[in-house]
């Protein structure tokens, strides 16, 4: 199934390094739970391209599955018509498959399970846990409450039983129009939760699905259908992403009010951010919607087929999943630490080729006209026992335009009048005279002479040459087209601004059309990897080159700024370190200043794309709540527990205006037994908000 990037894979190597993750598994093994098996599944909604994000998530599941000699499905969510479709469906398929893994005969989709799910849901409601509910969406988020009100029960939610089965049936047989009415399970609607206040388990869609086909008018909800094809697929893990931590309750309700065969564990990961780019499905839609991007597969989209088209190679994604780990917390990683683990893969995998993409015409007048001489190249200098090519050269030659100034600054080693440097491979040349425009002045060509006794590169006079160019020989270089990409977005988080569109990078895109490659690559073929000498890595475009239209794709520069940014952390750890030990104490006389007063919180939510924060409302007895930034959601996973408790503040602080928003106070937490972990000192008193302590 999988192509023969496959064979990059040592089975006898670990997939997945050690985590919370393995070490739940480890645990549970020791203990026998499921007699030992390990079975996951990796189960994309076909609704777009899959991306990096879920290619941490698919090394995750079939890596496990490996690591354990478990077993890993590949299974499709599709629940929803409207968004959903087969082309979807082949492009994950294919996707998965070129990372390297393999679904064996294990392929299912959630429509196949559609009629069991249906019986399931006439069996809660013949055990008086679902009803159907008449209310529009509208109506009931009125009903439904919010953080600091619990809901109220629906009109509807007391039918009968037979009223409810009923209507059910006449829902599935089409009677109503979407949206008439939603089936719910009958759970609580005061639950502190609010996925837990009677979630919707299906609702109306007349819409034809790229699987069962008209079949159906009925679909079942993600939160319903999702833990019904674990326990039928007998899922051991069910691994996902932390904002399915506030939906666990109801996974677990389902798999224990309904027959299932199985019980399946739904344990939480963080998701994969990238500094400059996007990594939610819709945004990364509307990029190609609005054809801001040639397609999911344009290079510089984050996803599977983007990477794929740009040149990244499956092992290379397979080992920056690794080394950036599994964790409990969001986070965001620097796209430095991508492209520095595929400089490393490609570093050992790409033959070094010469190409001159801005090329300024040489002519070498001391070299015969009719005369061609032949170099020997490696293909990788370091291990010459990989093979070599013949690049041949002329009187009339390429090098790139950076190469040359005609007044150069000082410490410049390349070309310039009156200048020696070295053409790599080949021989020594010098500038004796600078051809230019007599309209707009710009170099047209450089004369220059060889040295016949410098072949191969070097003097036999000793001389110091310390400039060398790549180049290519005008008589015997093929053309290409180039694509150079930089990064799609011009700022490290584009959500910040009020539309993501607002960070688009004008310049992510250019394309050089009279680019002159070394005629060994007449042979390339798409999807090839090679290192452009002096300039970067390159792939031949998998969809638009041909052999007499050669097209690649820069993949990678070589400048790796990772172990600079490396560097720079470490400075700065260290500076921390250093002022945190001069902080250690407090003086009494500035204690004396802090301005401590009692608070009531009255809201508290999570901060989205902040793995730390909750973003709390306290009430300080003034005219409006103020806003206070917590680092304690690792603490309370869900916020709602807050609500009500007095707390100590700090209520002279000057605001601080943080990423995520301005925080206008600061709560007195303590550390918890867990390293890491911080609860807020919360007070057993009866006094007013504002309050002073004194």
Not at 308 to 314: A, F
Not at 370 to 387: I, L, N
Not at 583 to 596: E, G, P, R
Not at 605 to 621: I, W, Y
Request: glycine share 4%; aromatic share 10%.
């Amino acid at each position: 199934m999988a192509d023969n990037n496959k064979n990059e894979f040592n089975i006898e190597h670990k997939k997945v390094a050690p985590n919370f993750i393995t070490e739940i598994i480890d645990e549970q093994i020791k203990t026998g739970k499921n007699d030992g098996r390990i079975h996951t599944r990796f189960p994309p909604e076909p609704n777009g391209y899959l991306h990096i994000g879920h290619a941490k998530a698919i090394c995750l599941n079939f890596g496990i599955a490996a690591d354990y000699k478990g077993k890993c499905n590949l299974r499709f969510d599709d629940t929803n018509p409207l968004s959903e479709s087969d082309e979807y469906v082949q492009a994950i398929k294919q996707d998965v498959s070129w990372l390297g893994f393999d679904w064996e005969d294990r392929l299912y989709f959630a429509s196949d399970y559609f009629d069991q799910m249906y019986e399931w849901a006439v069996y809660l409601i013949k055990e008086g846990k679902a009803y159907v509910d008449s209310l529009s969406v509208e109506e009931f988020k009125d009903y439904r409450g919010d953080y600091n009100n619990p809901g109220k029960p629906s009109p509807y939610r007391d039918r009968t039983v037979d009223e409810n089965l009923d209507l059910f049936k006449r829902m599935k047989n089409g009677e109503f129009g979407d949206g008439e009415h939603v089936l719910r399970a009958k759970i609580d609607m005061t639950n502190p939760n609010m996925n837990m206040r009677d979630p919707a388990l299906y609702r109306i869609k007349h819409a034809s699905h790229h699987n069962s086909g008209d079949k159906w008018c009925i679909y079942p909800m993600y939160d319903y259908a999702h833990e019904l094809e674990d326990a039928l697929e007998h899922i051991t893990h069910s691994l996902c992403t932390l904002e399915f931590e506030d939906h666990r309750p109801i996974y677990n309700w389902v798999i224990e009010n309904t027959p299932v065969p199985a019980t399946p564990q739904q344990i939480e990961f963080a998701r994969l951010n990238l500094t400059y780019t996007v990594m939610s499905k819709r945004k990364l839609a509307r990029l190609v919607e609005e054809k801001i991007v040639d397609g999911w597969d344009d290079p510089r989209l984050p996803t599977i087929s983007g990477l794929r088209r740009r040149g990244y190679s499956p092992s290379s994604i397979r080992k920056f999943c690794n080394k950036i780990g599994i964790a409990k917390r969001d986070s965001i990683v620097d796209i430095a630490l991508l492209e520095h683990t595929l400089r490393e893969d490609l570093n050992a995998t790409s033959p070094r080729v010469m190409a001159v993409l801005d090329p300024l015409k040489i002519i070498i007048t001391n070299y015969p006209e009719d005369k061609t001489d032949e170099f020997d190249a490696p293909y990788f200098p370091d291990k010459p026992e990989k093979g070599s090519r013949k690049i041949p050269f002329s009187r009339e030659i390429y090098i790139e335009r950076e190469d040359f100034k005609e007044k150069p600054p000082r410490k410049w080693h390349r070309l310039a009048p009156g200048r020696e440097i070295r053409l790599r491979y080949a021989c020594l040349i010098t500038c004796n005279k600078v051809v230019k425009d007599p309209e707009t002045g710009e170099v047209k060509e450089l004369h220059c002479t060889w040295d016949p006794e410098s072949k191969g590169g070097t003097s036999p006079d000793g001389r110091k040459v310390r400039g060398t160019s790549h180049w290519v020989s005008a008589k015997h270089c093929i053309r290409a087209k180039v694509r150079k990409y930089d990064r799609l977005f011009n700022q490290s988080n584009p959500l910040v601004a009020d539309d993501f569109l607002e960070s688009l990078n004008p310049e992510s895109l250019e394309v050089l059309e009279n680019c002159y490659l070394e005629p060994s690559l007449v042979q390339a073929r798409p999807e090839e990897r090679y290192q452009f000498e002096r300039l970067g890595y390159y792939v031949v475009d998998r969809y638009d080159s041909t052999s007499k239209n050669l097209v690649f794709n820069q993949t990678v520069t070589l400048r790796d700024t990772w172990a600079k940014i490396e560097r720079a952390q470490q400075r700065k750890a260290q500076q921390k370190k250093k002022q945190e030990k001069k902080n250690k104490y407090l003086d009494f006389k500035d204690f004396t200043k802090v301005d401590l007063r009692v608070g009531k919180i009255v809201a508290a939510a999570t901060v989205e794309g902040a793995d730390r924060l909750l973003k709390l409302q306290v009430d300080l007895g003034e005219a409006k709540p103020r806003q206070v930034m917590a680092g304690i959601r690792e603490s309370y996973s869900e916020p709602s527990v807050l609500i009500g408790k007095q707390v100590v503040v700090v209520a002279n602080l000057k605001p601080r205006k943080m990423k995520f928003g301005v925080s206008e106070a600061m709560i007195l937490s303590c550390e918890t037994d867990k390293k890491g972990e911080y609860e807020v000192s919360s007070l057993e008193l009866s006094v007013k908000p504002g309050t002073k302590l004194v």
